[in-house]
Structures are given as C-alpha cells and as structure tokens.
C-alpha cells in the first residue's frame, strides 16, 4: 500500500507523497493542485500513478493538473481560490520570478470567502542562486513556511492552509531541494 492511502501508521514517505498526504489530512479540502510536469515536479504525478494513491485523491476530491508552466499553475490556483476552492500551485526556482509576477499583478493574492491558496515554491539555490523563494515572497508581502525534513512538509502544507484560511492570503510554502 503506498505511503498516501495508509489511514494510520508510520510510513517511509517520499517528499511529494509527504506533501499530498498532508493535502489530504487537511482540516479543509483541498480541491486543486496545479503543476508542471517537469523535474523534480514530475514526481508529484508519479506518486498518483498507483492505483490506490489515485483512489485516495479521487475519494478526497483532489484533482492534479498539468500545466504548461509555474505561471499558468498561479494564475489557476489564484482563480481557483477566488472562486471558494483551496488550490496549491508549484513553482520551480527557475520560475520564480514569473510566477510571483502574476501574484503581483493579483494584488499579492488576497482572498475573501472560503477560498485559498498555497505556493509551493522550490529552493534550488545550485541552479538559480539569484532567485531566492522567500526573499521574492518576501516582497509580496506573503506569510511564509518553510519546512526542515519530509515530515515538516506534510505539516508544512496543513499549517500553510491555516495560515491563509487566519491571513485571507496565499501562503508561501518553501521546499528546499535537498528535501524535494
């Protein structure tokens, strides 16, 4: 049985099964996760490959969907909260700086309703040193997490929808490529 469909129990998880398995024990549910199907991101769509993950995320509602870049995976998560939905969106260092454009232009992504986000932003200082993940969320003014081992990740996304549900703001969570 895959790490995301144990109900209880300790599991050997990798990151992107830690963060699913935290979507999926939120206190809200989470309806949206926006990606590029590109690396280390592409392991997202691995993990629900196995027919049990993919029955789980089906009984919770969660729908994963490909997108052509980080800034389409923002602007649909943005529009997806707006519309009452919790959506995550993920973001590859190398398109940071893109994707926290359309967060800007957002208006720092401010919601009213039941609606949220979450970015989850990966921290690859090796392949863009000059893209910093919580110096640009920084900027925006976004609450920020940023775990320190796989199992903060899963907690990492349950208390970055705390966050925003208490903020009415998208929350930066940052992944640190070590962990990812």
């Keep these: 049985m895959p790490p995301v469909a144990r109900p209880e129990g300790f599991a050997l ?3 992107f099964e830690a963060i699913l398995k935290g979507i999926f024990e939120c206190e809200w549910p989470v309806s949206d996760v926006y990606a590029p ?5 592409d392991m997202l769509f691995r993990v629900l490959i ?3 993950a993919f029955e789980v995320a089906e009984r919770h509602g969660l729908t994963l969907h490909t997108c052509v ?6 602007e649909l998560a943005l529009r997806s909260a707006a519309q009452g939905k919790r959506a995550v969106a993920f973001v590859p260092n190398d398109q940071l700086h893109a994707a926290m454009a359309v967060v800007a232009r957002e208006g720092g992504a ?3 309703g039941e609606g949220r986000a979450v970015l989850v932003l990966e921290d690859n ?8 993940p919580l110096q640009s969320a920084a900027q925006l003014d976004l609450p920020c997490l940023a775990p ?6 899963r907690v990492g996304i349950q208390d970055a929808f705390r ?3 208490a903020t009415e703001r998208a929350v930066a969570l940052i992944a640190h490529v070590g962990l990812l």
Excluded: I, K, M, N
Aim: glycine share 2%; net charge positive; hydrophobic share 40%.
């Design 163 to 165: 966050v925003a549900q």
């Design 148 to 153: 320190s081992s796989v199992a903060g990740l």
């Design 37 to 41: 199907r590109r690396p280390p991101l």
């Design 125 to 132: 200082p090796y392949l863009s040193s000059a893209a910093c």
């Design 50 to 52: 196995e027919p049990r």
């Design 110 to 112: 401010r919601f009213h």
């Design 13 to 15: 998880c990798t990151a």
């Design 69 to 74: 870049d980080a800034t389409r995976a923002v």
